[in-house]
DNA sequence: TTTTCTGCAAATGCTTTGCATGGGA
DNA sequence: TCCCATGCAAAGCATTTGCAGAAAA
């Protein structure tokens, strides 16, 4: 896991290279989307960068995620209900514990997701290039006034 | 994994029981969903169920299939590039493959899957009610010819 | 100066909803 | 008969797109 500040560099170096311009919209969404790890809804990022830049756009917001995603640095996770989240604190595939109650999202991390990895590759032949694994449940809060 | 007929009738049966009337729609609808293992579209579903009845409207494939998530008798598998899936061959949770060129889906069935499942109960203290496990890649053929 | 990016507004596309009619129970 | 279900059309909503002006290189 590298710095935030070289990840920062990184990006900004990436953008540059790949012929993309340098503006202060992109490099506030991009602060915005590495600090967070509260894996933020494109509507959330979008009023966190409005407080660098009142005049913003939503469309911006979504071009800007669009082209990270691409660049393969944050993923989309999408909630049971249709509603999307932005992950772009840690751009390596891991999985997510999702609160249906809450709606918090933790960043789950065990070994054991790689031994699916490899025994489906071996299975079905499939060369695998991203994964996307959410589970649902009550998180340990939850679990406890969770009378409703 | 229990037999088609015995899955639809139980099925009905728990229609029934709900208080859900019994109706040719949601009939035809059951068919086609616990029959298609393509993880058919909704609009492919559609088209399906309109052969049976032609004047089946989308709002009610939307519904039905609403209705029979609710009973947890199918899952929703959401691409990445926003477009939905249904699964309701077989309910129980279980990987994704899916070929990013392609678009075909395949069900995989490793189990290592539970060894994650226990880990991350272990390791966060979620009680995990569900998950939804996607992995995205290129599956055998498209690794062939797959020069675009 | 050239070309890309921004931001607005309109458009899109999937899904949901309201409501009058039809049809199970 | 009573109500739920259907199907149409309209509404909703998140996301995308077109385009004129702004700004990076």
């Known amino acids: 896991m590298i710095g935030q ?27 915005v989307l ?6 933020p809804s494109i509507e959330r990022v979008y009023n966190q960068v409005k407080t660098d830049f009142p005049t913003t756009s939503l469309a911006t917001i979504y071009k800007t995620v669009a082209m990270l995603k691409d660049m393969g640095e944050l993923m989309e996770i999408s909630l ?35 031994a699916v990895n490899t025994a489906l590759s071996q299975t079905y032949g499939f060369k695998i290039t991203g994964h996307r694994l959410d589970f649902f449940g009550l ?6 006034h969770s009378k409703n």
Do not use: M, W
């Open 139 to 144: 998180c340990p809060e939850c679990q406890n």
């Open 34 to 39: 590495i600090s967070d790890t509260s894996h």
């Open 5 to 31: 500040t070289e990840r920062y560099e990184n990006i900004i170096n990436k953008l540059r290279s790949d012929g993309f311009r340098i503006t202060p919209q992109r490099l506030s969404i991009i602060k």
């Open 80 to 114: 049971g209900d249709g509603s999307n989240r932005v992950d772009g604190y840690t751009p390596d595939p891991h999985p997510h514990l999702i609160c249906t109650r809450c709606k918090k999202i933790v960043d789950a991390d065990v070994d054991e997701v790689n």
